[in-house]
């Protein structure tokens, strides 16, 4: 890996620290930019370094750094929305794929659309078992759904098809983060 590419891999670990400061609290799981921001660093970086900005991203947190929508440290990890974080990092390597194989724009588009389903299910996951057994707070999947899920699911849908869109956009002008 060059110096080049760790460089791009701290900048867009950054930015999705960025994208996690700017949100609106809305319920237990609050509306950030994290996840256009993981998705932008797969589809720009591709699917290794991608994943690797959102692994950065997870660890400055859990080592301290404030940089999670509510905060940071270890103690996160109990946090029924640390699934989420989890998430970014197959979520990032999905969007990359969709630019790694030169897909079509369906294609990519089909890819950050998955990328997305990633960050959903180890959300979910997570916070069901995080509700049920840490917190103490029994929920079904069907409430965790409505709780977790379902408010947020037409927002990211329309932001990572818009995601998926920029990041189109940039690589037909000649932004190639990945090969560069």
Do not use: W
């Not at 237990?28 to 256009?36: C, D, G, H, N």
């Not at 932008?40 to 692994?55: D, I």
């Not at 999905?94 to 079509?104: D, I, K």
């Not at 049920?132 to 408010?151: C, D, F, Q, R, Y």
């Amino acid at each position: 890996m060059s110096t080049k590419h760790l460089v791009y891999v701290a900048l867009f670990a950054a930015l999705i620290a960025v994208g996690a400061q700017i949100r609106l609290p809305i319920g237990p799981v609050p509306v950030t930019f994290q996840v256009p921001m993981a998705l932008l660093a797969g589809l720009l970086l591709g699917p290794k370094l991608g994943a690797l900005s959102a692994t950065v991203y997870m660890l400055m947190g859990l080592v301290g750094l404030p940089v999670f929508a509510g905060g940071g440290g270890i103690a996160t990890v109990v946090s029924p929305t640390f699934g989420f974080i989890v998430g970014l990092i197959p979520a990032a390597f999905c969007a990359g794929l969709g630019t790694a194989y030169r897909t079509p724009l369906a294609g990519t588009v089909s890819f950050t659309l998955l990328a997305l389903f990633f960050v959903f299910l180890f959300g979910f996951l997570y916070f069901i078992f995080i509700m049920n057994t840490v917190i103490g707070t029994p929920m079904s999947a069907i409430e965790a759904l409505k709780v977790a899920v379902l408010p947020f699911i037409v927002k990211d849908v329309i932001v990572a098809v818009l995601t998926s869109l920029f990041a189109r956009t940039l690589h037909a002008r000649g932004l190639d983060l990945a090969s560069s």
